[in-house]
């Protein structure tokens, strides 16, 4: 069936430094959105893609449907990053699978 | 394919009026999120039930939106006073409790397009 493997499921990083969650897909997908749960349990949209990369700040995305994958990659990383973050992937249908989440946690 | 139901496809109000819509789930999901979709086919999380209960909804949904998942009835999300910006695709998911909701597959509606005039 349609899965969603997001790694790493726990990242720790220094303020200041960066690193890159990875969604691999076992089929194809058709647009991947990128959330952070954050400490009220809500869940924020960070970015929605069909295809290509799109940067915002500090954040930046890429999504691969012919290589199945997705990327969230992290620079500068500051304290309030902290959190749990998804992707959801969008098959062909009405369906969207979520990832296992990987939870940050940004310290000093 | 998923068989979740929303009433009406379609609805048009004027600005400050309330807006209704409805959601069946599919039979045997207890979790039903709401979300609304913008032009940019982004989906933005509104608010999330597990049978009767709120489990999460934004600050938005909390100040302008009404929702709730009553028992044998339909699940409904209610503008109480429509803004142009409110213009979207409002769907409906459902899905089985997993983990922590959220994290398993969730089934869509069609989703209800509302203008806001």
């Known amino acids: 069936g349609d899965q969603v493997e997001q790694s790493p499921s726990a990242l720790s990083l220094h303020e200041g430094t960066g690193s890159a969650l990875r969604c691999n897909f076992t089929t194809t997908m058709r647009a991947v959105q990128w959330f952070r749960k954050n400490s009220r349990g809500s869940l924020i949209n960070l970015f929605y893609l069909a295809s290509g990369t799109k940067e915002n700040g500090r954040l930046k995305s890429a999504f691969d449907s012919k290589e199945r994958y997705s990327t969230l990659h992290i620079r500068d990383a500051q304290l309030e990053d902290s959190g749990t973050y998804f992707c959801a992937a969008l098959t062909g249908g009405y369906k969207v699978v979520f990832g296992s989440g990987t939870r940050l946690l940004v310290s000093p | ?117």
């Open chain 2, 1 to 117: 394919n998923s068989k979740v139901i929303q009433t009406p496809r379609y609805l048009v109000k004027g600005q400050g009026q309330k807006a209704k819509m409805r959601c069946i789930p599919e039979k045997g999901h207890p979790v039903v999120f709401w979300y609304q979709q913008n032009k940019n086919n982004e989906f933005k999380f509104l608010i999330n039930f597990q049978n009767q209960e709120v489990l999460q909804q934004i600050d938005m949904t909390e100040k302008r939106f009404s929702a709730e998942c009553p028992s044998n009835s339909p699940c409904s999300l209610e503008i109480q006073s429509s803004e142009a910006g409110d213009s979207a695709l409002y769907l409906c998911a459902s899905s089985r409790p997993g983990q922590g909701a959220g994290q398993d597959t969730q089934y869509f509606g069609p989703g209800t397009r509302l203008l806001v005039l």
